[in-house]
């Protein structure tokens, strides 16, 4: 059994509705995931929600319900956001399940035992948003806080903390001899910055049960419970060890959970984050690892930030995206396109309706859609649906695209890898635009041609539903259909010029992407 390529996204608070943010970065981790996999990989992506902490306790005692249930009402509407977006995902954690539970407490019974932990006394201001403390240095002039840090209270207490600071050196000239480790570059000089400006301050790694009882009890101290963070990455740990990861079992000393086999999936081979929480995967995360004895990750892909018509999402002022909204409004794929062909994996984005709009019209309706349309269209009309003998016009500029494709998803670059396979379907457009099979299929004469035509539009369709499936997977299942294609477009190995024969009986075209009149989709 050979190790899978293991793709985990931040899991996310469960004290509100999901957004586009958490949309976006669920959906670039499937596109890669399903990109592996047709490329012959066997991938595992996890997500999944982060329920502990204060945040979501608090939240809970707002809504006047037990937090539990909070949680477990919530999470019915994050996981239907799976089925939304059709996420391919193997795995959905909860941070309240036992089996993470488990995890945890036998992370932290190791790391106290190996001496990594100390306890002291606290004497400082906490943030109750960002579940952070604070110090003297984060106070401005008036001795008041940035707002973005919400209601700061003042504490002294005894807490857990974690030694970092001896990890620092080892930190640098691990990132330093890793290039790839952080994704983008600005990224890993924003890190290398920080690391090399700064001495790492302890963690603080507990919370006083009497101040907050939301949280994973401290197994060597029952008047403390675990901070969320501290908690929530081990999730990336925690499931792999679910699924007795071999890596996992060992470092932990844990015992294999009976009846279920055993899946190779540590070190995650990509692990997606927003920007916001950087140093949290590629300061404490690696450190935490490290101190456990556990390899790490191999690279950490951190995304921008979107924003709505140039302005902060947020739930006060109602600006903001609602995926399931835009799905149900223009389906999935228009919403994974769109997303993905707006934004590279890296700068901060902006969702603007109408340029929603237009790209469904220009790239989607008018590109792709009409290209499978009319290409099946004609070949009805003009040949019954049967497909005439293989040539070969088009397949240069085919294999072209192919293999330009699997290069780039090879190295997680979406956004080029879309800009090419449109190129792709832009030619395609022209082919039919200068070779004018209608103009051909008056003339009996040129019989002979507009079957070269029809072949190779029909077959550049088929490999085109295969290039986008990763991205754009029900559209790419919908134009195998359409040709009359038994088989899923989910394997590279099949974008092979020829491999739709002579004589296949293709199916009728139906529209891919709708037009639609943009008029009343504003005034909605
Ligand atoms: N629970 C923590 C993560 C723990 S991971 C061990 C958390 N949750 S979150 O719900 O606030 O954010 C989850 C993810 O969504 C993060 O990667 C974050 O960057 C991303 N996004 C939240 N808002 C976003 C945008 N407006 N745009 C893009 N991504 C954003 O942090």
Same mark, same amino acid.
């Given at each position: 059994m050979s190790k899978f390529y293991y793709l985990t996204t931040a899991i996310d608070y469960v004290n509100g509705r999901p957004h586009l943010g958490h949309a976006y970065e669920k959906v670039i981790t499937d596109i890669i995931a399903r990109a592996k996999r047709s490329l012959g990989k066997p991938a595992f992506y996890l997500t999944g929600l982060d329920e502990h902490g204060q945040k979501v306790d608090q939240s809970a005692q707002k809504s006047g319900k037990q937090t539990q249930l909070y949680c477990d009402e919530l999470a019915v509407c994050w996981k239907a956001l799976v089925d939304k977006l059709n996420l391919d995902i193997d795995d959905f954690v909860r941070t309240t399940e036992q089996r993470h539970i488990r995890v945890v407490q036998a992370a932290i019974n190791k790391l106290n035992e190996h001496e990594h932990f100390y306890k002291a006394e606290y004497r400082g201001y906490y943030s109750t948003k960002e579940e952070t403390f604070l110090t003297d240095r984060d106070m401005r002039e008036d001795g008041t806080f940035d707002p973005a840090y919400g209601e700061v209270t003042e504490l002294v207490e005894e807490n857990y903390y974690f030694r970092l600071s001896r990890h620092q050196d080892w930190l640098i000239d691990y990132i330093e001899k890793n290039p790839?480790?952080?994704?983008?570059q600005i990224r890993r000089n924003e890190v290398l910055g920080f690391l090399k400006n700064n001495e790492l301050e302890d963690l603080c790694v507990s919370r006083p049960a009497s101040r907050l009882r939301w949280g994973i009890p401290i197994p060597f101290d029952p008047e403390y419970v675990t901070y969320v963070w501290f908690d929530a990455l081990l999730n990336y740990i925690s499931v792999p060890a679910a699924h007795n990861d071999p890596v996992i079992l060992e470092a932990l000393n844990l015992s294999p959970v009976e009846g279920v086999s055993k899946k190779e999936l540590w070190p995650a081979d990509v692990q997606v984050i927003g920007k916001d929480i950087l140093k949290f995967h590629t300061v404490y995360w690696p450190i935490m690892l490290k101190a456990m004895e556990i390899p790490m990750p191999r690279q950490v892909l951190v995304h921008g930030w979107w924003q709505k018509e140039g302005r902060k999402m947020s739930k006060t002022t109602g600006n903001i995206v609602d995926p399931i909204e835009v799905v149900e409004d223009w389906g999935e794929d228009a919403f994974r396109y769109y997303i993905v062909r707006e934004l590279a994996i890296g700068p901060d984005g902006n969702w603007t309706d109408s340029g929603f709009a237009a790209r469904y019209h220009a790239?989607?309706?008018?590109?792709l859609g009409n290209l499978v349309n009319r290409s099946l269209s004609m070949l009805n009309r003009y040949r019954k649906g049967v497909v005439p003998n293989v040539s070969n016009e088009l397949a240069g500029d085919v294999t072209k695209t192919v293999e330009e494709v699997a290069g780039l998803l090879e190295e997680n670059k979406l956004q080029p890898a879309l800009l090419s396979i449109w190129s792709l379907i832009t030619r395609a457009n022209q082919y039919v635009d200068s070779t004018m099979p209608f103009k051909l299929a008056k003339?009996?004469?040129q019989g002979a041609r507009l079957d070269e035509v029809l072949y190779n539009l029909a077959e550049t369709c088929r490999i085109l539903a295969v290039l986008v499936w990763p991205f754009i997977p029900r559209t790419a299942d919908k134009i195998y259909e359409q040709l009359g294609?038994? %088989? #899923?477009?989910?394997?590279? %190995? #099949?974008?092979?010029?020829?491999?739709?024969?002579?004589g296949h009986k293709a199916g009728r075209p139906a529209p891919l992407f709708p037009r639609r009149d943009v008029k009343s989709d504003r005034s909605k």
């Amino acid at each position: 059994m050979s190790k899978f390529y293991y793709l985990t996204t931040a899991i996310d608070y469960v004290n509100g509705r999901p957004h586009l943010g958490h949309a976006y970065e669920k959906v670039i981790t499937d596109i890669i995931a399903r990109a592996k996999r047709s490329l012959g990989k066997p991938a595992f992506y996890l997500t999944g929600l982060d329920e502990h902490g204060q945040k979501v306790d608090q939240s809970a005692q707002k809504s006047g319900k037990q937090t539990q249930l909070y949680c477990d009402e919530l999470a019915v509407c994050w996981k239907a956001l799976v089925d939304k977006l059709n996420l391919d995902i193997d795995d959905f954690v909860r941070t309240t399940e036992q089996r993470h539970i488990r995890v945890v407490q036998a992370a932290i019974n190791k790391l106290n035992e190996h001496e990594h932990f100390y306890k002291a006394e606290y004497r400082g201001y906490y943030s109750t948003k960002e579940e952070t403390f604070l110090t003297d240095r984060d106070m401005r002039e008036d001795g008041t806080f940035d707002p973005a840090y919400g209601e700061v209270t003042e504490l002294v207490e005894e807490n857990y903390y974690f030694r970092l600071s001896r990890h620092q050196d080892w930190l640098i000239d691990y990132i330093e001899k890793n290039p790839g480790f952080i994704e983008p570059q600005i990224r890993r000089n924003e890190v290398l910055g920080f690391l090399k400006n700064n001495e790492l301050e302890d963690l603080c790694v507990s919370r006083p049960a009497s101040r907050l009882r939301w949280g994973i009890p401290i197994p060597f101290d029952p008047e403390y419970v675990t901070y969320v963070w501290f908690d929530a990455l081990l999730n990336y740990i925690s499931v792999p060890a679910a699924h007795n990861d071999p890596v996992i079992l060992e470092a932990l000393n844990l015992s294999p959970v009976e009846g279920v086999s055993k899946k190779e999936l540590w070190p995650a081979d990509v692990q997606v984050i927003g920007k916001d929480i950087l140093k949290f995967h590629t300061v404490y995360w690696p450190i935490m690892l490290k101190a456990m004895e556990i390899p790490m990750p191999r690279q950490v892909l951190v995304h921008g930030w979107w924003q709505k018509e140039g302005r902060k999402m947020s739930k006060t002022t109602g600006n903001i995206v609602d995926p399931i909204e835009v799905v149900e409004d223009w389906g999935e794929d228009a919403f994974r396109y769109y997303i993905v062909r707006e934004l590279a994996i890296g700068p901060d984005g902006n969702w603007t309706d109408s340029g929603f709009a237009a790209r469904y019209h220009a790239e989607l309706a008018n590109g792709l859609g009409n290209l499978v349309n009319r290409s099946l269209s004609m070949l009805n009309r003009y040949r019954k649906g049967v497909v005439p003998n293989v040539s070969n016009e088009l397949a240069g500029d085919v294999t072209k695209t192919v293999e330009e494709v699997a290069g780039l998803l090879e190295e997680n670059k979406l956004q080029p890898a879309l800009l090419s396979i449109w190129s792709l379907i832009t030619r395609a457009n022209q082919y039919v635009d200068s070779t004018m099979p209608f103009k051909l299929a008056k003339d009996p004469a040129q019989g002979a041609r507009l079957d070269e035509v029809l072949y190779n539009l029909a077959e550049t369709c088929r490999i085109l539903a295969v290039l986008v499936w990763p991205f754009i997977p029900r559209t790419a299942d919908k134009i195998y259909e359409q040709l009359g294609l038994n %088989s #899923e477009p989910n394997k590279t %190995s #099949e974008a092979v010029w020829g491999g739709l024969p002579e004589g296949h009986k293709a199916g009728r075209p139906a529209p891919l992407f709708p037009r639609r009149d943009v008029k009343s989709d504003r005034s909605k």
